[in-house]
């Protein structure tokens, strides 16, 4: 089969993508939206995959080129004769692959363009209406955006969900046996941006240090809300307490989990989260906002915990109460590990995209 895989950037989970499709006998072109603002995947585009070049994929995306994106990706499909596109985000990427003419597409939600995008004004909601109607069958990583896409306008008979899940060879579990009461180190990789309230966090982390001089934060990434986040570490006087990781490599980001005795995830916008499940295959327990596609994965008591999304308060209470219980993670962490191996194994996952692959090309 012939594929075209259109995606926004180039990011680890484009890399996750292509590199599995790599090894299937199909022919990959891979069709780059935009480059920037921010790339967060080092390594190369992997080998058997075909870069196209084209008008897109220079700079980052602005509507004003939309005219001249849609003409000059009619015109590679022309050239390329695929039998299946795979695109997405749903407002770009998956837009412009519908406003081609060419069928069948499978359109993939990335999460963000059906939990924050389709809110943004009218023609975001216009774009995903129009694409979702015109899409051959959608997948996504959770069921509560399959849901607003039957909302949308998708076919609910032509849709598939799968988590995307992780490497359960190198997300291993962690060995408890060196756990001490000594110090209990909390950790977060969350971008610093506001759809994922790590600033939200990093005040909770002020009520717990101020109470626990015992326990530290372990922060990794960055992002726009930088300055505000040091700032309240600062002014709580905790900033001592907190180590900051910067970026970190796949290869070296089990290592980190390892190190914690707690992930938490205190995103307001989420689909599966692939970071929530790198920390439940290294058996981390995981403590996270209870928004819907949170709760799809953590069973509060059993392998986390849940608190009300924003509640700084709530979120604090709920660390206080995990380091009080402490002797509790080794089984919340076996249970964590669990989850993940039933339902976040990205070789088994994968399979059910090929599948998705078949099921479009039998509605066209």
Partial sequence: MRLIYFSLDYTPHDHRFLAALAETEHQVYYVRLQVGPRQSESRPVPENIEIVQWAGGQKPFEWRDLPKLTFDFRRLVKKIKPDLIHAGPIQTCAFIATLSGFRPILTMSWGFDLMKDVYRGRWWEFATRYTLKRSTYFTSDAQVTRDTAVRYGMNPEKTVVFPWGVDLNHFTPKDWSLITDNCFTVFCNRSWEPNYGVDVLARA????????????????????????????????????????????????????????????????????????????????????????????????????????????????????????????????????????????????????????????????
């Fill in 205 to 364: 982390f002020v009520r717990v240090a101020q109470q626990r001089p015992d326990v530290s934060l372990l922060l990794l990434g960055g992002g726009s809300q930088g300055p505000v986040i040091r700032q309240i570490f600062e002014r709580g006087g905790v900033y001592e307490q907190v180590t900051f990781g910067g970026t970190v490599n796949n290869r070296e980001l089990p290592r980190y989990y390892h190190m914690a005795d707690l992930y938490i995830s205190p995103s307001h916008v989420d689909g599966s989260s692939v970071s929530l499940m790198e920390a439940l295959a290294c058996g981390l327990p995981c403590l996270v906002s209870d928004i819907p596609a949170n709760k799809e994965w953590v069973f509060d008591g059993k392998n986390g915990w849940l608190f009300p999304d924003g509640n700084v308060e709530a979120l604090a209470g709920k660390i206080l109460a995990v380091i009080e219980n402490r002797k509790s993670l080794p089984e919340i962490g076996k249970n964590a590990r669990q989850v993940a191996e039933e339902r976040a194994d990205w070789q088994k996952n994968f399979r059910k995209l090929l599948q998705a692959y078949q099921s479009t090309l039998e509605s066209k």
